[in-house]
């Protein structure tokens, strides 16, 4: 058996696993689902069977053996009967199908917290490889067709097949007619393989048809995030001709959906089967094997068929959208191990000591070499470390890794204590981190800078936002702190979203401090500002500064030159401007050097060194 095929069966039993896990998580209201809907099939089928008796008996009586009087009154019964089950199985249905929609709907919270705080646990690798919209249509559209798996869909399948076997046993056991029973078998084994066999087509078709959907949502949201970017490049055309190529995807998956509907014909099945009980149910009477009443509780009971034969087309297709939409949720939550996995469960309790990289490596996925290859660094605690170095060389990713963003290669300590032995949230808790690349959560001023602390107090937000130069140009606003900002701080200019994130990090507190290129969209009067307040700030604080300002690197207590994802060279500034070209490269243009000390290294070795 190939490996391919093993790994299927895994995912397979996995699958089942998962989903029964949470079809089952409550017994009792599926008990009582299960009753309920078996005695509501069960009355409904009583119905023509006490029909075709009271014909018999209260209506027919061959031997004369009642008179009208009693007739009239065994009638009477009949009906009195025929109404109390009528109103039994009205409350008994009530109470199931609302157990069953208590089903679905519990099912589907469940579901969907697991699939929330599974995204949530994800890696960033993972985020980076998934496109937005296509995890939004699973938590959305794909979960909806789950709860419509649950109900009403697994009610309008098991009505049909419970229905059969007990008019199997009701022609057996109550009309005592083994012989029309036999009869329609072959009609019945017609049935059923024209019902699995709809199921059997309809699944693939399902499943694409999710995909297609998918691939429309994951469009929508491509173009609502990226709006002014196709506006600024007049690509509206290109985007909404691409837009209708998903939707005419989708309407291929629809069309053969339709058509598979439109061939659906276990219901010309069962209307063979009722004229063929009609004739062959006149020559058991002529022969006194069956009755009138019989025939007409027989055919009552395939009557009774029809409204679920119908229905089942459409319950097959809920049923494999609900499973495609599961499955794809399934496997989505599988693709990638969560973070916690590999997370420890100590406490980072702050830092006193050095922050030490031995032989760290680390490279994306999509990358073919390391962005970072066997990093050698100490840093310690309180200082300033400024990391430059041209695009791509690794800065972002080297700062990235401190907070366990991403998985490496080598070893991170502080303290002396690899940092994978701590847990991520007691560690992360610990940075202040801001990027070049601000994001603000679609929600006010103020909820966004308290979103690490939630408890800080108005006094404490107004402080912090003072700190970060952002006090004033909020009170400007017309509701000041409670001004909405828009998705991703879009109503706020691209300095006005860094002196937020400023103070949202300053109210944390934190240990470590990642500034990375934090003051890149301020002019430089605020720039001047925010600087004397990120001194003020990181006072005691060990800091990593990626920029490439000189005024702020010609503060920092030790440089770092990264290339090609190595160390070229690393020290104070008045030592690297002398002896590193690759240190100079970066600011030739711009300042005017003092001559190139030669030296036997590059390196200059200082307390930062390895």
């Known amino acids: 058996m190939s490996h391919n095929v093993i790994g299927l069966q895994k995912t ?83 109470l199931t199908t609302f157990a069953n929609d208590w089903l679905s709907w519990t099912a589907q919270k469940r579901i969907r917290e697991e699939f929330f705080n599974s995204m949530q646990n994800k890696p960033l690798k993972f985020h980076d490889s998934v496109r937005t919209g296509e995890l939004m249509a699973l938590a959305t559209n794909d979960l909806g067709q789950v709860g419509g798996l649950i109900s009403p869909g697994f009610g309008m399948i098991a009505d049909v097949f419970i229905s059969i076997i007990f008019s199997a046993l009701l022609v057996i056991g109550v009309l005592n007619s083994p012989e029309l029973l036999i009869l329609s078998i072959p009609f019945f084994i017609a049935y059923l393989w024209a019902v699995f066999s709809f199921n059997q087509k309809m699944a693939p078709i399902s499943h694409t048809f999710m995909r297609k959907w998918s691939a429309i949502a994951t469009a929508v949201q ?64 002529m022969f006194d094997r069956l009755t009138i009443g019989g025939l007409i509780s027989y055919n009552g009971l395939l009557i009774s068929l ?52 031995k032989d760290v490596s680390f490279k994306y996925p999509t990358s ?67 990027e070049q690349d601000i994001y603000l959560f679609p929600r006010s001023i103020r909820e966004n800078i308290i979103f690490g602390a939630r408890n800080a107090s108005d006094v404490d937000v107004k402080q912090v936002a003072r700190l970060a130069q952002a006090h004033d140009f909020i009170m400007k606003l017309p509701k000041r702190y409670d001004t909405y900002v828009g998705e991703g701080g879009s109503q706020l200019s691209g300095g006005q979203r860094q002196r937020v994130a400023l103070a949202r990090t300053f109210l944390t507190n934190p240990s470590i401090l990642i500034f990375d290129d934090s003051t890149s969209s301020v002019d430089s009067r605020t720039e001047e500002k925010i600087v004397k307040a990120i001194n003020t700030v990181i006072q005691g604080r060990t800091t990593f500064v990626i920029t490439h300002r000189l005024s702020t690197i010609r503060q920092a207590d030790c440089v770092i030159v990264l290339k090609g994802g190595k160390i070229v060279a690393k020290g104070h500034h008045s030592k690297l401007i002398l002896t590193s070209p690759d240190y100079r490269r970066i600011f030739g243009k711009n300042v005017e050097l003092p001559p190139l000390e030669v030296s036997r290294t590059s390196i200059t070795p200082t307390f930062g060194g390895s």
Do not use: C
């Open 306 to 357: 029809m409204v679920p034969t119908y229905v089942i087309s459409f319950a097959i297709q809920i049923f494999n959208a609900g499973l495609a939409g599961a499955r794809r949720i399934h496997e989505m939550e599988v693709r990638e191990e969560g973070e916690e996995n590999g997370q420890g469960d100590k406490e980072f309790p702050g830092i006193s000591g050095i922050i030490r990289f």
């Open 222 to 285: 491509d173009n609502i995030t990226g709006a002014e970017v196709v506006r600024a490049f007049a690509e509206e055309s290109y985007e909404r001709q691409k837009f209708m190529k998903y939707v005419l995807d989708f309407r291929g998956a629809w069309y053969r959906q339709q058509i598979l509907q439109a061939r659906y014909f276990p219901t010309l099945i069962l209307f063979a089967a009722i004229g063929f009980s009609v004739l062959a149910g006149s020559f058991l009477i």
């Open 12 to 94: 397979q039993k996995s699958f089942i696993r998962w989903f029964s896990g949470h079809l089952t998580a409550n017994p009792l209201v599926i008990g009582s689902v299960v009753i309920g809907t078996l005695i509501v099939i069960f009355s409904r089928l009583l119905i023509p069977i006490v029909l075709g008796k009271a014909i018999d008996m209260a209506i027919i009586d061959k031997d004369d053996l009642l008179s009208p009087t009693d007739q009239l009154s065994l009638l009477r019964d009949f009906v009195l009967f025929l109404l109390v089950l009528g109103v039994v199985r009205f409350f008994i249905a009530v």
């Open 368 to 434: 073919r070499k390391p962005v970072l290859d066997k990093i050698n660094l100490a840093v310690a605690p309180g200082q300033t470390i400024a990391i430059v170095g041209p695009t791509g060389s690794g800065k972002s990713s080297l700062t990235n890794l401190l907070l366990r963003l991403y998985d490496y290669e080598g070893e991170i300590t502080i303290d002396g204590i690899n940092i994978k032995e701590y847990s991520l949230e007691s560690l992360r808790k610990s940075f202040g981190r801001i």
